[in-house]
Each structure stands twice: as structure tokens, then as C-alpha cells.
């Protein structure tokens, strides 16, 4: 076995004779570095957003469309399948065919999709142009990241990571700030025009500033894993966000999450076989990466989970609009977004381990104290402030945890890695709304079991529905004056509850992440590149280093 070169990182072998860099983009001019990490960052939002811009929307649409429940949760959950199923294939086409007119690709199909679902006239023609959406969204958003990455020099690579990691962590929330104001002051296909506008700044820009980078592969494209890769987030995915709406035991969902599983398995056999593998699934062996991805799919599904609930409890329980409702988790975005471009130098000096425990132990302390001070009573200074620690912790954590997975992989495969970065994140956040969301349901319906003797006949099922169906009910006149009264203070304290519940649930999910940082995170004489696996660059393929007893032999990075 020949020794590794310098350049061979976890799991990935040194890039091939016939594997080369060309169009290299890395810009030295500060004015064009900024324009390019403006661009990036716009479409970033523009794509972030849409996942939860359209929620304040729903009720309006089915006014207006006739659109059912379930139809309006396919309008939302298309998008977010679309995106995190092609995710890894188009991050990997970038790499091969140029980063820059896949990203200019990807914002001409986005935008026409957004304008046909303003247009639409019917829910099924509004689905459809979501499920589009979704798919220019996948070219959209691994690019962002990669062209950062490739386009940087490394004096100035972290500082732009930790920018884009604020805005990706943000976006959501700025998507729902603009969509309320636009559903409070507009009609709902405004809603759509907001990520019209940024796609079109995005992509001026990016036509303007952004050099084409790509790598010449020798190897045929993986379209085996590929497809694998598809089935398998898509399916997992669509499995867990229908799971808490249809059942964990509808077809449905059982027939995604039993795809997804053994898609996923066959992918990882798949790929072990490949001389020119999609994702050389060895990475995860670099302590390193696999910390990095631990805390990003923790965190983001923490994160996902807690704007579902808390947007119920600004709304159904403190009776906040919709705009003022999303301006509440605005103190959380300042601090995610100011510690985020912070955090590089931070890391800088103290290292990527204690960046990522400093970030996972502040995380858990805010969900700590959210799930102590929230209440029906204390009104939004019961959960400020664990939304402000958690919004630091939140900017402590995601900076380091992005640059544990790109730097784990060779720059002629930033975009695979920008990928499984983008897809770590979704999958967390289809997690994290799936959990959370199932044991708040779980508390509230335990909570509201004592009005089932007290409300008028047919009146209960409605209230156990959830807590917007229990305004419903106490709002309607043939509901009498004194049992709406208890509807309303029952159902409010059921909702906290069982929010207390999934934010304990939540505590134990950071802690075990943060355990798992401490006992298998980077070593501290690792940073930045932690621990990495070493791979033999045969003519043959890849072949990894072992050790004695037959496991992957780890050594320190070279410098």
C-alpha cells in the first residue's frame, strides 16, 4: 500500500490523474468578494425561506382555492421533498458541468415556478409549480455554498462561512417575517413575489460576479447512487413529515419511511463498490465530519420544531397576528446571525472542538430555560430570554459544524459537500418538526381529556384536534359564554404543556449531541481539519488505511 499523500482527507482519496480543477474562481478583489457573498447569501434566503414563508398563508389559500388540509400540507411538504431528495446528485453535477450556470439554472426555474404559483388558479397547478420549485431549489442552494467555498481564498474562506451559516439558520425566520406582512397588507400569490425579487437580485449578480468552477472527471457519473440517494432522503422525508399529520401507521407513511431505509442501505452498499462514488461513504469515519453533521441535524431539528410550536403559541395562545408573531423570533435571528459571523474567528482562536461544545452547551442551557419559563400567564417575557440563548447557542454551533463537513472534502467535491451539508440540515429539521411536533400533540390532547364531559355534543373532538380547532369552538356562538371561558384557559395551558414536554425532549437530544462532541468530536490537536482517514490513491481506486485489528486507521491532519 503506498502512502497517502498530504492532500488525502477522511474517507476520499486524492483527486485523480484525469480529475482536475478548471475555471478556477478563487477571487483576491474585497469589492467582487462581496458582491459574490451577497449573491450567494440572496438566493440562500430565497430558498430558505419558501420552506416556511407559506405557512402563514394556508388560510387564505383554502379560501381562495378550495384547497383541503391535506392538500395545503402537500403544497408545503412538495417543496421541502423536492429539495432534500435531489440535493446530493445536483451538488455533484455542479462539481462536473460548472457551479455558476447550474446556480443561474437553478434561479430561472425557481423564479418561473414562484410566478406560476402566484398565478395559479387552482390548488392542484399550486402544487405543482411547488414540486418545481423544490427541484431549482436543490440547484440552487448546494451551489451557494461551494461557490463560497471554491471562490474564497483561505484567509477569508471561514469569515464567509460563518455569513452564509447566518443567513441559512435565519432565512426561515426572515422568510416568515416577509410573509406575514405581505398576507397581513397583501393577497396570499404575494407571497411568491418575495422569492421572485431575491432570485432576480441573485441572479444579476451572480451573472455579473461569480467565476465558473468546475472539476474534469475522468470517472462516469455515479447515477446508481444517484438514484439511491433520492429514494432514500426523499423517502425519509416524506415519511416523517406526513407522520405526525396522517399517522405513523398510514400507508403513506410507512410505504416513505420503508423506502427510504432501504434505499439508504442499498446506497451505502452501492457506493463502497464505486470506483467513482457519489459520496465516498467512508468520510464518516473523520471525527471531524461526523461531529460537524451530529450537530447540525440536532440543532437545525430543534430549531425546525421550535418555530412550529412557538408560532402556535404567539398566535393561539397569546392571540399575536401573524406579523407580529414572526417579529417575536426576531431577537433569536440577531443573535444566530451576529454570532455566526463571529464564530469563525472565535474558532480561529480556540479551536473547532470547543467552538462546537461552547455552541451545543449554550444551545441546551436556553432549551433549559425555555422549558422552565414558558407559560400561558408570563406572555412572550416568559420565553425571550431562552430564545436569545438559544439564538447564541444556535450561532455558536452552526459556523463550526458547516466547516467540519466542507472541510472534510476535497475542493473538486465541495459541491457533494455542500450538499450533504444542505441535506444534513433538511433531514434535521423534517426530524425535528416530526418529534417535537408528535409529543406536543401527544401533551396537549393528555391536557384537554377533562372537557370531554363539559363541552356540547360533537364539540370535543374539534377542541383534541389541536388548539386552533379549540378557538374555533370557543368563538362559536352555540358555544356558551362560561364554557368558552374554560376552552380557552384549558386548551392554553394543555398547549404549554405540552410544549414543556418537547422541549425537555429537546434538552436530551442537545445533551446527547453535546456528549457526543465531547467523547467523539475532533481532538484538540485536530483542529481545523480534526482527524483524518487515510486512503491510498491507487491506480486501482481508493483503498483505506487499517489498523491492526482490521478498523480505519486515523492520524492526525498533515499540516
Request: hydrophobic content about 55%.
Amino acid at each position: 500500500m503506498s502512502p497517502a499523500s498530504p492532500g488525502a482527507l477522511a474517507g476520499h482519496a486524492p483527486p485523480d490523474p484525469g480529475s482536475a480543477a478548471t475555471g478556477s474562481a478563487v477571487i483576491t478583489d474585497p469589492r467582487r468578494q462581496r458582491l459574490v457573498l451577497i449573491a450567494m447569501c440572496t438566493a440562500l434566503v430565497a430558498v430558505v425561506g419558501s420552506v416556511s414563508g407559506l405557512n402563514v398563508a394556508q388560510q387564505a389559500m383554502a379560501a381562495d382555492l378550495g384547497a383541503s388540509q391535506s392538500t395545503l400540507l402537500w403544497i408545503i411538504n412538495g417543496y421541502t421533498v423536492a429539495l432534500a431528495a435531489l440535493l446530493l446528485p445536483l451538488g455533484a453535477i455542479g462539481d462536473r458541468w460548472g457551479r455558476k450556470w447550474l446556480l443561474v439554472g437553478g434561479l430561472v426555474l425557481f423564479s418561473a415556478a414562484n410566478l406560476v404559483a402566484a398565478m395559479a388558479a387552482s390548488a392542484s397547478v399550486v402544487l405543482v409549480a411547488r414540486i418545481v420549485a423544490g427541484a431549482g431549489a436543490a440547484l440552487i442552494m448546494p451551489v451557494t455554498l461551494s461557490t463560497i467555498t471554491s471562490s474564497f481564498p483561505a484567509d477569508r474562506k471561514a469569515q464567509a462561512i460563518g455569513i452564509w451559516t447566518g443567513f441559512a439558520g435565519a432565512g426561515g425566520i426572515i422568510g416568515l417575517f416577509a410573509s406575514s406582512l405581505i398576507v397581513d397588507e397583501l393577497t396570499w400569490p404575494w407571497v411568491f413575489a418575495l422569492p421572485i425579487a431575491l432570485s432576480a437580485i441573485a441572479l444579476v449578480l451572480t451573472v455579473a460576479s461569480v467565476g465558473n468552477s468546475k472539476e474534469d472527471h475522468a470517472g462516469r457519473f455515479d447515477i446508481g447512487g444517484s438514484v439511491l440517494s433520492a429514494l432514500a432522503i426523499g423517502g425519509l422525508v416524506l415519511g416523517i413529515h406526513e407522520g405526525p399529520e396522517k399517522g405513523w401507521t398510514d400507508p403513506l407513511t410507512v410505504a416513505g419511511i420503508v423506502v427510504g431505509v432501504v434505499a439508504l442501505l442499498a446506497f451505502v452498499a452501492w457506493e463502497r463498490r464505486q470506483e467513482h462514488p457519489l459520496l465516498d461513504v467512508r468520510v464518516f469515519a473523520d471525527r471531524s465530519l461526523a461531529a460537524g453533521s451530529v450537530t447540525l441535524v440536532v440543532v437545525f431539528g430543534i430549531m425546525f420544531g421550535l418555530f412550529l410550536v412557538l408560532l402556535q403559541y404567539l398566535q393561539a395562545v397569546l392571540g399575536y397576528s401573524a406579523l407580529r408573531s414572526a417579529s417575536g423570533l426576531l431577537p433569536m435571528a440577531v443573535m444566530l446571525m451576529g454570532l455566526s459571523s463571529v464564530a469563525p474567528r472565535l474558532a480561529g482562536r480556540f479551536g473547532n472542538r470547543q467552538m462546537l461544545v461552547a455552541g451545543l452547551g449554550t444551545f441546551t442551557a436556553g432549551l433549559v430555560v425555555l422549558a422552565m419559563m414558558a407559560s400561558a400567564d408570563g406572555g412572550y417575557w416568559s420565553v425571550l430570554p431562552g430564545l436569545v440563548i438559544i439564538g447564541a447557542g444556535l450561532g455558536l454551533s452552526m459556523t463550526p459544524g458547516t466547516t467540519a463537513i466542507t472541510g472534510a472534502l476535497p475542493e473538486e467535491r465541495q459541491g457533494v459537500a455542500s450538499a450533504l451539508n444542505d441535506t444534513v440540515r433538511e433531514l434535521g429539521g423534517a426530524l425535528g418538526v416530526a418529534l417535537l411536533g408528535s409529543m406536543l400533540n401527544s401533551g396537549y390532547r393528555s391536557g384537554v381529556s377533562d372537557l370531554a364531559g363539559t363541552l356540547p355534543e360533537g364539540a370535543y373532538e374539534p377542541v383534541r384536534e389541536g388548539i386552533g380547532r379549540a378557538l374555533a369552538v370557543a368563538g362559536d356562538p352555540a358555544t356558551p359564554p362560561d364554557v368558552a371561558r374554560d376552552v380557552l384557559a384549558t386548551a392554553g395551558e394543555a398547549f404549554v404543556d405540552g410544549w414543556r414536554t418537547s422541549m425537555w425532549f429537546g434538552v436530551a437530544l442537545a445533551a446527547g449531541a453535546l456528549l457526543y462532541v465531547l467523547l467523539r468530536g475532533p481532538g484538540p490537536e485536530a483542529d481545523p481539519g480534526g482527524e483524518v482517514l487515510l486512503v491510498d490513491g491507487s491506480a486501482d481506486g481508493p483503498e483505506a488505511a487499517v489498523d491492526a485489528d482490521g478498523a480505519p486507521a486515523l492520524v492526525p491532519a498533515p499540516a
